[in-house]
């Protein structure tokens, strides 16, 4: 549910970028080379680029500087607060929104040539409805480019790298408990498989070009979370932690 995600990201931004400090550039996670290496968008140079669950905003910042047309989007007031004063940093200009990007009200159909998002569909409980947008606001011929966990990830033990779960046990994750300052937290999440990020994709409408399951058994630049939390490096060398896809809206449109 949405609230619980904004409850999590508003007490965590903080201690999460201080934790990551994740440099500007566009990225895709834990165990992937970054958009410089990998080249699945081409020159931004003059389009319009959104970025869908934005957090630190340092992958728009890239897209900034690279000199796209930039808006993004996070639920997270605290996040974007992050954002606003990095985009100051860097001198950049970017459209910022809070919302929730199930729905991307604040955003005209047909306007967009890329929509990135790295790392943030995996908090979301319909991803059909968040397709949909997104293929709402693409023109013809726009890309969707993202990233989430790569499935297999949550299914291993990272320290006894034995399998934990069931690669079949999808829908609703949560962790709930108490940090050691005494206040209580709840940790929710969506678990899919590729099929079903695959078919999801295609019941929106799209066409899928490309899935990517980068080679994480070497350390990439650009990735802060390597050795991080279930990031250790003796798992990132059995199975990646991250996939992308790239797609676009199906010819015809
Ligand atoms: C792990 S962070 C990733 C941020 C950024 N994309 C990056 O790679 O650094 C996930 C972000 O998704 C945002 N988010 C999660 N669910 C959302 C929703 N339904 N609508 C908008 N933002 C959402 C969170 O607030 C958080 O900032």
Redesign the pocket.
């Given at each position: 549910m949405?609230k619980e995600?904004?409850k999590w990201?508003e007490e965590t931004?903080a201690w999460y970028q201080a934790e990551c400090k994740?440099p500007i550039g566009v990225?895709y996670?834990p165990g992937s080379p970054d958009e410089d290496k990998l080249k699945l968008m081409g020159s931004v140079k003059g389009k319009k680029v959104l970025?869908?669950?934005?957090?630190?905003a340092?992958?728009s910042i890239s897209f900034a500087k690279m000199g796209a047309k930039v808006s993004a989007?996070?639920?997270?007031t605290e996040?974007l607060k992050f954002a606003k004063k990095l985009a100051e940093k860097n001198r950049v200009k970017i459209g910022f929104y809070q919302?929730?990007?199930?729905k991307l009200k604040q955003i005209r159909s047909n306007s967009q040539d890329v929509v990135f998002?790295?790392?943030?569909l995996l908090?979301?409980d319909d991803l059909l409805k968040c397709f949909k947008e997104v293929r709402r606001v693409l023109k013809k011929g726009g890309l969707f480019v993202f990233s989430v966990d790569h499935p297999f990830h949550r299914t291993l033990d990272s320290k006894k790298l034995k399998l934990k779960n069931s690669y079949f046990d999808t829908g609703k994750y949560v962790d709930a408990g108490v940090r050691p300052d005494g206040s209580s937290y709840k940790f929710v999440m969506y678990y899919h498989t590729v099929s079903g990020l695959y078919n999801t994709l295609k019941k929106a409408d799209f066409e899928i070009e490309a899935i990517l399951e980068p080679d994480s058994r070497k350390r990439h630049k650009m990735d802060p979370w390597y050795g991080l939390w279930d990031y250790s490096p003796r798992l990132l060398k059995l199975i990646p932690s991250t996939i992308i896809f790239k797609c676009k809206p199906r010819s015809g449109r």
């Open positions: 949405t995600t904004k990201w931004s994740i990225h996670g970025e869908i669950g934005c957090g630190g340092q992958c989007i996070d639920i997270s996040q919302g929730d990007i199930r998002s790295a790392f943030a908090y979301v």
